[in-house]
């Protein structure tokens, strides 16, 4: 590994813009999910760049499809979750990922990336995902949302190549967890696959990637020349805030910054934000379906801890049997 603090990235060219989010990590119930997005592109791809088909602004939903830190596109009432379904399956039409049913959402993720059908097996309320989509916006609005995306995009010389969500269960999380004994360990290992999957794909064309900070680590060089192998990794600079690298190896070079409130600074990291929103609540239906009809009268949860918690305290006094199968349904972190 070479660690060259303030090594200069000047001269570089940099023609794929990315950038990678993800949600779930604090609940206790529900999956990891791990949303990322790439875009070809003369210049760096902002809201300024794509003007025409995009805003920040959740109000603007009936123009422009809203790519935003995902807390302020969703609202959990009707506008809120149309809102969010316009985002994301716009954007995986516009990749060349449709997705007709929630198991297309699921396979999104890079080849190798995806559960399996055996872990999808050990987790049956993935069975209960929707069987056809949109289920929250009506067909024709959705189309006509897509159709001003794609014109957009091309107005503005950009492509969208990459858009997809790592979707990771319950069950392979505590199977990491066990390995690893360390839940940011944990995190590093499903996000450092997606990175790697974009410098291999998109390296020889020069990658910009910026990445959500990964909890309250600030020094990330080791780590992505242990990812990278015979990689040349230049220290940009450090901080608690803001940390970025230059990578090279084999004819690739990557621009990696990790930074806090991504969502808000990188449009490809508000995206993959949202695309992980999407993702994780289709999951957490499906998880609410099936449990509904096992224990009828439990109410549904999001699966973060307080709520959690009580939605486990009313299976068990219901349908204790429910639960026979822990291991693969409460994070063990």
Same mark, same amino acid.
């Given at each position: 590994m070479s660690a060259r603090a303030k090594h200069s990235a000047k001269g570089e060219t940099f023609k794929v813009h990315a950038g990678l989010d993800e949600a779930g990590y604090g609940p206790m119930l529900g999956p990891l999910t791990i949303g990322f997005s790439a @875009?070809?592109?003369? =210049?760096? $791809?902002?809201w300024?760049? %794509?003007?025409?088909?995009?805003?920040?602004?959740? &109000?603007?939903?009936?123009?422009?499809? $809203?790519?935003? #830190?995902? &807390?302020?596109? *969703?609202?959990?009432?009707?506008?809120?979750?149309?809102? %969010?379904?316009?985002t994301a399956?716009? *954007?995986?039409?516009?990749?060349?990922?449709?997705?007709?049913?929630?198991?297309?959402?699921?396979?999104?993720?890079?080849?190798?990336? +995806?559960?399996?059908?055996?872990? %999808? !097996?050990?987790?049956?309320w993935y069975a209960a995902l929707p069987q056809a989509l949109p289920h929250r916006v009506p067909k024709d609005e959705l189309a006509d949302r897509q159709a001003e995306l794609i014109?957009?995009?091309?107005?503005?010389?950009?492509?969208?190549?990459?858009?997809? /969500?790592? /979707?990771?269960?319950?069950?392979?999380?505590?199977?990491?967890? +066990?390995?690893?004994?360390? &839940?940011?360990?944990?995190?590093?290992? @499903?996000?450092? +696959? /997606?990175?790697?999957? %974009? *410098? =291999?794909?998109? !390296?020889? #064309?020069g990658l910009d990637l910026t990445v959500d900070r990964l909890g309250g680590r600030a020094r990330y060089g080791r780590l992505l020349s242990s990812l990278i192998p015979f990689s040349t990794v230049d220290v940009l600079g450090e901080t608690r805030a803001d940390s970025r690298y230059l990578v090279r190896a084999e004819g690739r070079t990557m621009r990696v910054r990790f930074v806090q409130k991504g969502d808000s600074i990188s449009l490809p990291v508000a995206l993959g934000s949202c695309l992980a929103k999407y993702a994780r609540e289709l999951v957490m239906g499906a998880f609410n379906d099936h449990f509904g009809a096992l224990c009828p009268g439990v109410g549904p949860t999001a699966?973060?801890?307080? #709520? +959690?918690?009580?939605?486990?305290? =009313?299976?068990?006094?219901?349908?204790p049997t429910a639960l026979q199968n822990r291991d693969v349904l409460v994070r063990t972190r």
């Open positions: @875009f070809r592109s003369e =210049e760096p $791809v902002d300024s760049t %794509l003007s025409g088909c995009v805003t920040d602004d959740p &109000k603007g939903d009936g123009a422009r499809v $809203v790519v935003a #830190d995902s &807390k302020r596109v *969703f609202t959990r009432n009707p506008r809120g979750e149309r809102r %969010l379904e316009t399956l716009s *954007f995986l039409s516009a990749s060349g990922h449709g997705a007709k049913k929630g198991l297309d959402v699921v396979k999104s993720a890079p080849r190798g990336l +995806a559960p399996t059908a055996e872990v %999808l !097996g050990a987790h049956p014109r957009g995009l091309s107005a503005a010389h950009t492509e969208v190549v990459e858009a997809g /969500v790592v /979707v990771v269960p319950a069950g392979r999380l505590n199977d990491s967890f +066990a390995a690893t004994e360390n &839940k940011g360990a944990t995190l590093w290992s @499903f996000n450092s +696959a /997606v990175i790697a999957h %974009l *410098f =291999e794909s998109f !390296g020889v #064309d699966g973060y801890v307080t #709520d +959690a918690r009580r939605w486990l305290g =009313e299976v068990e006094r219901t349908q």
